[in-house]
């Protein structure tokens, strides 16, 4: 008898016909390093969702397939169905499987950062709608950040970043006011500010600070990220570094609770 697999792991694997019994074909082991196997799982199906690799009416491969798979245990693959049943892109119906929900909410952007290049990543798969570019005074906390003097003015960025076509975040990026001669003329409607700040700046960023809160949002930032006023939102405050602790940019992002979960991941000291 004769069978077709649809779906399987891989362009290479598309479309393939097997005679008898369907076997598994192999897939790429999950890299065991600092970024979580479940993480990189639930981002593999993501991908698959996205891409429609996997169809509405087909069901999803077996907790043992995807361990077979991608030589991972049970737990793995139910915490990266966890994630994926909790943003509504999936359903499981005992007896039958998983299958994908019939209707989804807007996908939840999941990260987990482990180095700058990690942080930037982000950025480039997303497109940037600019609402304000010009110079600002800033305010005191913030001047004293840049060691600006009295009535020196920072060069300020201002907008959504848009992924998915969801509006994830709403930004205030500031930067030295010499940067704006070669920033005014640049294209920062698609990927990462930071690489051209470096690029034609010369400043390398060394190393960033990060502070996490709850915040709620702002008027302005709730109507951009589709938020009512006073709603909750993750407000992320990043300050970045370059040599001598020379900073070439701070800025505060908001970020919509429901479209961006941020995952850490803490072991024993060895």
């Known amino acids: 008898m004769e069978k077709r697999l649809d779906m399987v792991s891989g362009d290479q694997y598309s ?3 097997m005679s008898g ?18 993480y990189q799982l639930e981002k593999i199906l993501r991908d698959k969702i996205a891409s429609r690799e996997i169809a509405p009416e087909e069901s999803f491969p077996t907790e ?25 892109l999936i359903s499981r119906i005992p ?21 700058i290049e990690e942080l930037v990543e982000l950025s480039t798969q997303a497109t940037n709608v600019i609402r304000y570019k010009g110079l600002v005074t800033p305010s005191k906390q913030t001047a004293s950040l840049f060691t600006l003097g009295h009535g020196e003015k920072l060069y300020s ?13 709403y930004f205030a990026i500031n930067l030295p006011a010499e940067f704006a001669g070669f920033l005014e003329d640049e294209n920062l409607e698609t990927g990462a500010i930071l690489p051209i700040v470096e690029k034609k700046s010369g400043l390398l960023v060394q190393r960033v600070r990060q502070t996490i809160t709850a ?5 302005n930032v709730a109507r951009d990220v589709g938020l009512e006023e006073g ?11 370059a040599a001598n602790d020379r900073v ?13 979960h941020y995952v850490m991941e803490f072991s024993h000291k060895r």
Do not use: M, W
């Open 15 to 17: 479309n393939v016909i």
């Open 248 to 260: 070439v940019e701070a800025g505060t992002s908001y970020f919509h609770p429901d479209r961006y």
């Open 215 to 219: 915040a709620r949002a702002r008027k």
């Open 64 to 88: 043992q397939e995807l361990c077979n798979q991608y030589g991972v245990s049970r737990a793995v693959v139910r915490q990266a169905f966890a994630a994926l049943l909790q943003d509504g």
């Open 231 to 241: 709603d909750p939102v993750l407000q992320f405050e990043r300050v970045y570094y």
């Open 157 to 169: 960025l201002r907008g959504i970043r848009i992924i998915n076509n969801n509006p994830v975040c």
């Open 21 to 38: 019994q369907i076997t598994q074909p192999t897939a790429a082991k999950l890299e065991r390093g600092h970024i979580p196997l479940y």
């Open 95 to 115: 007896g039958k499987g998983t299958f994908l929900a019939q209707q989804t909410r807007g996908h939840r952007i999941l990260h987990c950062f482990n180095s």
